[in-house]
């Protein structure tokens, strides 16, 4: 889907993680001990509620499972929430991603397999995910809903399904390059600039699907790192 805004045009991608198979690299993340949350930071501008999970707080404990051949470098924990390797913190650096904050470091307590555990000497980071003004056009998207809207900014609640993701266009502001929408369907989205960064680098363990067609997904456009284009 094309984004057309203060002269840019660029596709819009879904963030989703990568499938466990030999030829790529997954890892799970789980909530250790302790595990401190606090009210999300994200209000709506409208009707002032909260919007978002609630904030994970530190310490950055977590369990983990990766697999055989290692960790990968990126873990999708929520649609606001990434798990990220030194090396990929560094190439957002070096690149100029916007949309995240670094929090702080994660503290593995306990993992599988130990080989893979004991041979990964990388640090990782959880990358929290900034809201974006970036609305969903909920009639192109064909949003199915279960109960009526209380807020027309916000609008989350009560959503069952979709049909596809659109953009409400033109864009006021250029969005981020990693982003999730005030009123969107929970989910990560961000720009070329990543998905182009994330293949070129080769950084594992996420994919890009497309933010348009059934459900969300054009099955054409996936595209992950590691197995081309």
């Known amino acids: 889907m094309s984004v057309n805004g203060n002269q ?9 993680p990568a499938a466990k198979t030999r030829s790529s690299l997954s890892t799970d993340y789980f909530w ?3 595990h401190n949350a606090s009210p999300s930071p994200h209000v709506c501008p409208s009707c002032e509620r909260r919007r978002g999970m609630l904030r994970w707080e530190p310490p950055f404990n977590v369990e983990c499972w990766a697999q055989a051949k290692g960790f990968s470098d990126l873990t999708l924990k929520s649609y606001d929430l990434l798990i990220a390797s030194q090396q990929c913190v560094d190439l957002f650096e070096q690149a100029g991603i916007s949309g995240y904050v ?3 470091p994660v503290h593995i307590q306990k993992g599988r397999p130990k080989a893979a555990l004991a041979a990964d000497r990388q640090r990782r980071w959880v990358l929290e995910i900034q809201m974006s003004p970036v609305m969903v056009d909920e009639r192109a998207s064909d949003y199915i809903r279960a109960c009526p809207i209380e807020c027309f900014r916000c609008t989350h609640d009560g959503l069952c399904g979709y049909e596809r993701v659109e953009f409400v266009r033109p864009f006021t502001h250029p969005p981020a390059d990693l982003f999730w929408a005030l009123n969107g369907v929970s989910s990560l989205c961000c720009t070329d600039r990543v998905r182009d960064l994330v293949l070129k ?13 059934p459900s969300g997904r ?3 456009a996936v595209a992950s790192a590691g197995d081309g284009e």
Request: net charge negative.
């Open 8 to 16: 840019t045009s660029e596709t819009i991608w879904v963030v989703k």
């Open 32 to 34: 250790g001990v302790p």
């Open 102 to 104: 670094v929090r702080g």
């Open 201 to 213: 680098t080769g950084l594992t363990g996420i994919v890009f699907e497309r933010a348009s067609g």
């Open 218 to 220: 054009d099955q054409d």
